[in-house]
T-cell receptor, first 118, second 115 residues
Framework: DAGVIQSPRHEVTEMGQEVTLRCKPI?????LFWYRQTMMRGLELLIY????????DSGMPEDRFSAKMPNASFSTLKIQPSEPRDSAVYFC????????????????FGSGTQLSVL | GENVEQHPSTLSVQEGDSAVIKCTYS??????FPWYKQELGKGPQLIID?????GEKKDQRIAVTLNKTAKHFSLHITETQPEDSAVYFC??????????????FGTGTRLTVIP
């Protein structure tokens, strides 16, 4: 398996522009997570899906952020309009079985998208 | 919610020495404690985990210990090698029912192994 695939690897955009980050989870995984990583705040969970349904989006910072999972093999995180403070590395991760459950709860992370908003 | 604190933020050791990274957590209901290793330009990768019904777990040169009473857990790396250089994250999860599947991560420790 190729693992969790994220695109693009790097994104540089200007303030006010729309940004779309993409993720392909590992086939067969029914949980998908979006994380944001910054020096100041570390790894923060933004939202997660189970069977393509958003379960908890309480980590989404503002209405400018939205995430979708139209099918089991694809998810997007969109920022519109983007702001300089959104600059961070965004990770997508997938797993099967709930965290802490008796089944496999190992999170598989993608390589991330480095976002820079100028 | 859960609060995970991790120390130290940076750690340098000589090759062959041991490295210890410590984390504390606040929610006594937390029952799952994984450790992730993040190499430069890559996403975090699980290296070892422990559940609250176990006090210690080993995997070759890596071991994790858990003290539920004190609510702290530690990562031990013995005979460190240059390829161990990375950022290490601890995490805790309560593993509650639907809606609380959430890992709370520590702020990370940058480990440098000096050849």
């Amino acid at each position: 398996d190729a693992g969790v695939i994220q695109s693009p690897r790097h994104e540089v955009t200007e303030m006010g522009q729309e940004v779309t980050l993409r993720c392909k989870p590992i086939s067969g995984h029914d949980y998908l997570f979006w994380y944001r990583q910054t020096m100041m705040r570390g790894l923060e969970l933004l939202i997660y899906f189970n069977n393509n349904v958003p379960i908890d989006d309480s980590g989404m910072p503002e209405d400018r952020f939205s995430a979708k999972m139209p099918n089991a093999s694809f998810s997007t995180l969109k920022i519109q309009p983007s702001e300089p403070r959104d600059s961070a590395v965004y990770f997508c991760a997938s797993t099967t079985g709930g965290i802490g459950s008796a089944t496999n709860e190992k999170l598989f992370f993608g390589s991330g998208t480095q976002l820079s908003v100028l | 919610g859960e609060n995970v604190e991790q120390h130290p933020s940076t750690l340098s050791v000589q090759e062959g020495d041991s490295a210890v990274i410590k984390c504390t957590y606040s929610d006594s209901a937390s029952n799952y404690f994984p450790w992730y290793k993040q190499e430069l330009g890559k996403g975090p990768q699980l290296i070892i985990d422990i559940r609250s019904n176990v006090g210690e777990k080993k995997d070759q040169r890596i071991a994790v210990t858990l003290n539920k009473t004190a609510k702290h857990f530690s990562l031990h790396i013995t005979e460190t090698q240059p390829e161990d250089s990375a950022v290490y994250f601890c995490a805790a999860s309560s593993g509650k029912e639907t809606g609380a599947n959430n890992l709370f991560f520590g702020t990370g420790t940058r480990l440098t192994v000096i050849p």
